[in-house]
């Protein structure tokens, strides 16, 4: 009791000048961002969808204008950072959604899709896309290509003075490079960008249209999924294309960092990096053991399992949710270990959803740990590690809580579907892939959803986004009640 005493005597509360101002730069930046998907709407001839693009583009900008200069204290708390980041995501889903709707989308339905858009999910509950318009495939690709790389880490790189701010609304705090935040914003979004335009490039090689080329470009290296065809990969007849839009989902999966650390360490050394070769093991794992739930299903197509093995696991494990089959075909053991990967994603500073595989790393290595202190003598001290490298108490901490929270999530969402009467695996396949913002779907997610669970599905993928912990203090009463620093 006195700790938590000690504890409530050291909070602050978030300050409303602090959130509206950071706000107003994120909108700033949407505004500029939405102007793309407006013009190509334009351009391919759905003017009441640019029109609404354009009344969307002058909400932020207005909004913007206003709060973007507010005069605040330059120290920005942990919690008013989370609730930034909860709130760009979930605002700007809301506002997007809007567009949509010009296309004979149902504003629920719309909303559906831009959640699934920007946390790069890829979730539809559409009955069709390939009767859609270019404006409208664009414009949610555009989306999950921008929520990939997260608006915040623009905000970072264009708008932001270096300083205490940037620092709380940076990447991953493990990633130890000079520069400060912006610096690596910036980076990062150089490495996003190349890989992008060299995914659509290659695409474009190996003959696909233009809009098909863009469209699985963007969702690939956002690990985003959304596709111009209802069957997916399905709808891909080259061989090649599928090969370039995999090989693209790993690129998106790994940590953005990794790339530019080349500039300053050796390739052996990034190739022996532990997350890196974790993701290739995980990823090789995955695609085996589905092959061989897939073969003992069905052993007289072997080489076709083959060939869907390694595309939907991968697709699986990257959480980019491309399938080269519907998952709904596919046998209970097949779809446990799709839900195994999802539920572990990739690596973390990466576009990917799931726990991320460091996360596993550290757990794995706090489990080898419990075995070996069961050996030795009591006295003896031994630490976890990963990769050599000792951990240190707030980092097993932070993946703990990570992991019952991330858990509790699913079970609590798991349970509105079983309360609804959907077959237990199906329903758990549907929501672990939304909160690891995976987007293979078993076809739980469709038009005929209760409104009530694709509301749940909505909290699922923006929670997975963001990962859990951002919402939790949004939603915490004393973030917003109590004494408030000047």
Request: charged share 10%; hydrophobic share 55%; aromatic share 8%.
């Amino acid at each position: 009791m006195a700790g938590s005493s000690a504890i409530r005597g050291l909070h602050f509360a978030v300050r409303p000048r602090v959130i509206a101002k950071y706000l107003g730069q994120a909108s700033l930046v949407l505004a500029l961002l939405t102007a793309v998907p407006a013009l190509v709407a334009l351009f391919t001839g759905s003017t009441a969808a640019a029109l609404r693009y354009l009344a969307v583009i002058a909400g932020f900008a207005v909004y913007g204008a206003l709060t973007a200069r507010l005069p605040v204290a330059p120290n920005l708390q942990r919690n008013e950072a989370l609730v930034i980041t909860a709130l760009v995501f979930a605002l700007s889903a809301c506002a997007l959604a809007f567009p949509m709707t010009a296309y004979g989308v149902s504003f629920v339905d719309a909303l559906f899709e831009a959640v699934s858009g920007v946390t790069t999910t890829g979730l539809s509950v559409l009955a069709s896309v390939e009767d859609k318009p270019a404006g409208f495939l664009f414009g949610r690709a555009w989306l999950q290509w921008v929520g990939g790389l997260g608006v915040l880490v623009l905000v970072l790189a264009l708008l932001m003075e270096p300083g205490v701010a940037t620092r709380r609304l940076g990447l991953e705090g493990h990633l130890d490079i000079a520069g400060g935040a912006k610096s690596h914003a910036r980076r990062v979004s150089l490495v996003y960008v190349i890989i992008t335009l060299i995914a659509i490039a290659a695409l474009l090689v190996t003959g696909q249209p233009l809009l098909d080329a863009v469209v699985h470009g963007f969702s690939s290296v956002s690990t985003g999924g959304f596709s111009n065809y209802d069957d997916s990969m399905a709808g891909i007849a080259s061989s090649p294309a599928r090969v370039i839009i995999t090989l693209a989902s790993i690129a998106g999966a790994i940590s953005f960092a990794w790339y530019y650390l080349g500039y300053y360490k050796q390739a052996s050394s990034l190739i022996a990096e532990a997350q890196f070769r974790g993701l290739l093991v995980i990823c090789a794992l995955s695609v085996a053991v589905l092959f061989g739930f897939m073969s003992l299903a069905h052993p007289d197509r072997l080489v076709d399992n083959l060939g869907h093995a390694l595309l939907t696991g991968i697709s699986a494990q990257t959480t980019t949710g491309f399938a080269s089959l519907p998952p709904a075909e596919l046998d209970a053991g097949s779809k446990l270990a799709l839900i195994g990967a999802m539920f572990v994603g990739g690596e973390l500073g990466s576009t990917a959803g799931g726990l991320k595989v460091l996360r596993l790393m550290i757990l794995l290595s706090l489990l080898r740990l419990l075995v070996q202190k069961a050996s030795i003598p009591a006295t003896s001290r031994v630490t976890a590690t990963v990769d050599g490298a000792p951990l240190k108490s707030d980092e097993i901490e932070s993946v703990v809580a990570l992991l019952v929270a991330y858990v509790g999530v699913i079970v609590l969402s798991w349970a509105a579907f079983l309360a609804h009467g959907y077959p237990a695996l199906d329903a758990l396949f549907e929501v672990v892939s939304a909160v690891a913002t995976a987007g293979l779907s078993v076809g739980v997610a469709s038009q005929t959803l209760e409104p009530a669970l694709k509301a749940v599905l909505c909290l699922d993928m923006l929670m997975g986004r963001v990962e859990v912990l951002a919402f939790v203090v949004l939603f915490y009463p004393r973030t917003w009640i109590g004494r408030t620093k000047g």
